[in-house]
């Protein structure tokens, strides 16, 4: 990695918290209460992270969003996780407050959101096939 990764050197300015369920990063908020929460080892991604670090990440970002939540009088956080810039699986934690639009329109609109660089008919033979290949993966009977 040619970059020092912020969640395994974390920028002490940065830091807003780091135990055993992970760490808190504030990194470029798009607002106040605009956290990021990351699991303790370094995994790129959430297909590569053990369920274990997930459900401790989880824990935390819940009890981060419910301070959140609190401190801001915001409705609810957004949870989002993208992971294009820092390779370190984490989720950013947004508050989203009463007066502000949903963000649903702008990632699935097909006219102008992350949606419209998608191709415009999904192919339900292969959508079928992840469908029941998924669930007999997880279980489903």
């Not at 808190?24 to 798009?30: A, I, N």
């Amino acid at each position: 990695m040619s970059e020092k990764c912020i969640f395994c050197h974390p920028d002490p300015e940065a830091l807003v918290f780091s135990g055993k369920d992970g760490i808190v990063l504030v990194d470029y908020p798009c607002r106040p209460g605009h956290v990021l929460v990351g699991i303790r080892e370094h995994q790129p991604s959430l297909h590569e992270v053990k369920p274990e670090d997930a459900a401790a990440m989880m824990r935390l970002a819940v009890a981060a969003a419910k301070q959140i939540v609190e401190m801001t009088g915001a409705e609810k956080t957004y949870v989002i996780a993208v992971g294009d810039k820092d390779k370190h699986f984490h989720v950013h934690l947004i508050p989203k407050m009463a007066s502000d639009p949903s963000v649903g329109p702008y990632v699935f609109s097909e006219e102008k959101g992350w949606a419209s660089f998608l191709p415009s008919q999904v192919d339900k033979a292969e959508m079928r096939r992840i469908t029941e290949t998924l669930g007999r993966s997880l279980g489903r009977k």
